[in-house]
């Protein structure tokens, strides 16, 4: 099959641009409203770049911890059209606009249930310690009865000493019972209108399983759902004033679906925790921490589920028109952790391409860079970060045909017959009891042929492990050098629950090509399960350097034969310049 051309141009990259990011950090803006699509990336050092072709035309400091997610929307219609930059970091939203900060806002403290206040109440008017610690039980009886409690009440029952958890209590108990609402994921919806630069609000997902729907501002809460399930994925579709649904997939492994803020029954359940999660016209697709992709259709039947080779870092979802031969313009991008990043056909999952990039992908974002449509940004761990452009006459089908192979329908080319092979078929048909028996039987024999050679080399020390005279030793011999001198290296092991004493290693060499430099090595006493290392140093007299076999014979005053033996074929040696 011939090799599938690449809808890929390698368009630019830059190794040393130093970026720690990942794709919810990543996003593609028309910031000026110029037409001039910009690289807006927050970085986990703490910056804000914005790229603008190869160019870094922006490059602001964050003033806080570590970002979490990146969105951007629009907050009115009016001309020019400048976007908001949203970053959210812990509990709190970061606005950016214009190359510059202008607001902020901190998302709403959660006050806890009314059941856990009393118990704090009490907690600080308890004075015995056994009433404490019945009031500790019900504090544990309210969070296993699925009610969040605060951060307080949780590192309060994390204490195992019961006079650690009043000293605590004491130590804390002015402290305020709610909780802050740390955000997971960011998303945008459209408010009234289906177009790219509509008017639009942000989605938002939190660490206490809730989805807050922003107003257009961005600056009060609009909608609150409450999930199952800590969101990790949310992506939306409609509109806020019209109809719109949210779909959220969690960290149990189940994608919830919300209907014009209410939670509904249909849920998509997958194999493991997501990775990614994507929404296409008919069918959702979620990535999943198995190695797996899963398609569901929006009415909830499950479409395919698709093995990779490798774990998924993350998906994107391409979608052009202007390519022929394509299959409504919507493919699927899988960035694996082997470096590899597929397209996939996203109607019947073929596979169209294979990309292998030169590092590990952390993150990635496909869109419109600069004027050009069909654009990935790729985020490498190394740092560095490189553009792809799709070509204008990409085929974007898939390159084989479902089904069998066509090798399959070729018929093989089987020959006839001869006489004497029909002769032999039908002599296996009449014998074929004595032939069965005939081979059972030379197959018995050759295996006690083979145990007893076995327990022989066993016994008289001639294998990697011997038994000889009640002995259980382990032997490996190595050769290091290049001669004429050369080392070798042994190591002796004593396998059985007793030491082995007085034990002696000999070499057994022609001498007209090798001499032993010392003494043969004499080891006192072999301790159980240690490891002896010995070094042996021998040197090649040969004029013309030539090569033999040199035996280590391992035995004690007890054995009448070798305890252990080894051969070691040594190499040619190099010439000895000093005698030349």
């Not at 073929?350 to 419109?368: A, R, V």
């Amino acid at each position: 099959m011939p090799k599938a051309k690449s809808p890929w141009i390698h368009a630019w990259s830059d190794n040393v641009a130093g970026i720690d990011t990942f794709s919810q950090l990543m996003t593609l803006a028309d910031i000026k409203d110029d037409g001039d699509y910009k690289l807006v990336v927050a970085d986990q050092k703490g910056k804000l770049k914005i790229y603008m072709g190869t160019n870094v035309i922006s490059n602001e400091k964050l003033g806080f911890e570590k970002p979490t997610a990146l969105e951007v929307f629009y907050e009115s219609t009016k001309k020019p059209q400048l976007p908001i930059i949203a970053i959210a970091s812990g509990s709190s939203l970061y606005y950016y606009q214009n190359f510059q900060p202008i607001s902020k806002f901190e998302l709403p403290y959660i006050q806890f249930s009314p059941e856990e206040k009393e118990v704090w109440n009490q907690i600080t008017k308890v004075a015995e310690e056994q009433e404490f610690v019945s009031l500790c039980d019900r504090l544990f009886a309210i969070r296993e009865s699925g009610i969040a409690i605060s951060t307080i009440s949780s590192e309060l029952l994390s204490l195992e000493n019961s006079l650690e958890q009043m000293e605590y209590a004491r130590q804390n108990y002015t402290m305020l019972i709610q909780h802050q609402n740390f955000i997971t994921c960011m998303t945008r919806i459209n408010k009234s209108l289906d177009e790219e630069k509509a008017v639009s609000m942000l989605v938002i997902g939190t660490e206490q399983r809730n989805i807050f729907i922003m107003d257009q501002s961005g600056m009060s809460v609009k909608k609150q759902i409450t999930l199952k399930s800590v969101p990790t994925f949310i992506q939306c579709i409609g509109q806020f004033d019209v109809e719109y649904r949210i779909y959220a997939a969690c960290r149990d492994g189940k994608v919830y679906v919300t209907r014009q803020g209410e939670v509904t029954d249909q849920i998509f359940s997958i194999d493991s925790k997501p990775v990614g999660l994507l929404l296409f016209e008919k069918q959702i697709v979620v990535a999943s921490m198995n190695n797996t992709l899963h398609s569901f259709f929006l009415k909830g039947k499950k479409n395919f589920t698709m093995n990779l080779p490798a774990g998924v870092v993350d998906i994107q979802k391409l979608e052009v028109k202007r390519t022929q031969q394509s299959t409504n313009g919507q493919c699927l991008i899988v960035a694996l952790n082997n470096g590899e990043l597929r397209l996939y056909n996203s109607k019947d999952k073929n596979l169209i391409h294979i990309l292998k990039n030169e590092d590990l992908i952390s993150g990635m974002s496909y869109g419109t860079f600069g004027r050009e449509e069909g654009s990935l940004i790729i985020n490498n761990k190394s740092g560095g970060i490189s553009v792809k452009m799709l070509q204008r006459q990409a085929n974007l089908s898939s390159t084989h045909k479902p089904g069998p192979p066509a090798e399959q329908d070729i018929p093989l080319n089987v020959p006839k017959k001869t006489k004497l092979f029909v002769e032999l078929t039908q002599r296996e048909r009449e014998n074929a009891q004595w032939m069965h028996k005939q081979f059972q039987k030379d197959l018995i024999k050759l295996r006690l042929k083979t145990a007893k050679q076995y327990i022989q080399m066993l016994s008289d020390g001639l294998a990697p492990m011997s038994y000889a005279q009640g002995s259980q030793i382990r032997l490996s011999a190595s050769c290091e050098g290049i001669g004429p001198s050369f080392k070798i290296k042994l190591q002796l092991q004593n396998l059985s629950k007793t030491p082995i004493m007085g034990v002696h290693v000999n070499l057994s060499f022609n001498d007209q090509i090798y001499k032993l430099k010392g003494k043969s090595p004499f080891m006192p006493m072999l301790v159980p399960n240690l490891n002896y290392k010995i070094d042996i140093d021998i040197e090649n007299i040969d004029p013309s350097g030539a090569s033999d076999v040199v035996k280590v014979l391992v035995f004690n005053k007890e054995s009448t034969v070798p305890l252990i033996t080894a051969n070691i074929s040594m190499p040619l040696s190099e010439l000895n310049m000093e005698q030349m």
